[in-house]
Structures are given as structure tokens and as C-alpha cells.
């Protein structure tokens, strides 16, 4: 005779619909107050052509104020199911991996966005749901401004909760030109006295 616990029915469901509830619908998305972008689709073909995506592959990108990006991160993601907090540990690892954090200020000033290609339609899905409930945890923890959730298909590009979108880039065309500004690199200090004094001596 053997003796075990089988998992009660309750504890079941109980987990189900703890997964559930870790997804947003496109209405509650709407209603979120993420912010609008300016020029979407230089976005999404700025960050098509830097990271050249296949199916299954998230991008997630940090943008300044002005829309210029900051730092992105691309990895793929093929789990059996859609979990938002699978998906927002895995958006949370990458931003800690590309940019540091803006816990300190009192209102965040960067953006992050996320482009997520699939395979299918434009139609939203629970797993979109599950990457809008991770994006959105994931801003959270790390100090930014959650932005757009846009997916790209073979159908084209759409920003999800907003009605926009294209049929470029999509999932089986080319990259295209560098479109996404990027925030200038520092330029090296000069000026002064030292810096004249070098450069005369440079010239001799």
C-alpha cells in the first residue's frame, strides 16, 4: 500500500487563477495612462533593424524624454504558458543587465517599451496580457515609466491599446536604415589652459 498527497482541487484552481490574474486586458491597458509615442514607427523599425528579430523574441528598450533610446535588450522567450511575473523577472534581469536604475528620483523621466514578434495576427492574446502585466511590474521595480507594448506579426507592427500600427517592419521583412535616435555619447572634455598647452605642444 503506498501513501501520498494528491494536489486537492482547490490548490489547483487557486493557482490557475493566480496566473490569470497576472495579465491585463487590452481596456485596462488602455486605461492605464501610458504614455503615447511620438513617432512609433521609427521606434519599432530602430529597434527591427538593431535586433533583427524572429518569433518569440522580446525586445525591451529604454527611451529618454525625448524618445531617444537609451539602451535595449532583446531575448527569446518560449515558455508552454503566458505568465506575467515569469515574464516580468525576465524584462527586470534585462534592464538591470543594460541600464542602471531610477529608484531614486520622485517621478520617473525614461520610458521603457516593449516589442514583443510573434507568430499569429495582430489580435491580442493572453500572452500579450501576461508581457503588459510584466512590463508594467518590471517599470515599477526599476524606477521608469512604463510605455508602449507594441507586437510585431506578419502582419505588420501595432502598438497595442492605441489602434496604431503598419505593415512595415513585420516578421519577414528586411531590416530597414537605423531609424531609432539614440542619446549622443559624452564628448571628451576640452577647453582651458591645459588643454591649449597640449594642443600647442601636439602641433610642434
Do not use: K
Amino acid at each position: 500500500m503506498t501513501f501520498g498527497f494528491a494536489p486537492s482541487s482547490a490548490a489547483s484552481l487557486s493557482s490557475s487563477a493566480a496566473t490569470a490574474t497576472r495579465l491585463l486586458e487590452p481596456a485596462e491597458w488602455a486605461a492605464a495612462g501610458i504614455p503615447l509615442l511620438r513617432n512609433p514607427r521609427e521606434v519599432v523599425s530602430g529597434l527591427h533593424a538593431r535586433h533583427r528579430p524572429e518569433p518569440a523574441t522580446a525586445i525591451v528598450a529604454v527611451l529618454d524624454p525625448d524618445e531617444r533610446l537609451c539602451a535595449s535588450a532583446s531575448f527569446s522567450s518560449r515558455r508552454a504558458t503566458a505568465d506575467g511575473w515569469m515574464f516580468r523577472n525576465a524584462l527586470l534581469a534585462q534592464l538591470r543587465r543594460v541600464i542602471p536604475h531610477d529608484l531614486r528620483r520622485r517621478t520617473p523621466v525614461r520610458t521603457a517599451v516593449l516589442l514583443y514578434c510573434r507568430e499569429g495576427d495582430a489580435r491580442w492574446t493572453e500572452e500579450d496580457g501576461a508581457w503588459m502585466w510584466g512590463l508594467r511590474d518590471a517599470c515599477t521595480l526599476h524606477g521608469l515609466r512604463c510605455g508602449a507594448y507594441i507586437t510585431l506579426t506578419r502582419d505588420g507592427w501595432q502598438v497595442l491599446g492605441e489602434g496604431r500600427g503598419g505593415r512595415r517592419p513585420n516578421t519577414a521583412s528586411p531590416p530597414e536604415p537605423f531609424a531609432t535616435s539614440e542619446a549622443a555619447l559624452p564628448q571628451p572634455r576640452t577647453g582651458g589652459v591645459a588643454s591649449d598647452v597640449l594642443r600647442r605642444a601636439a602641433a610642434r
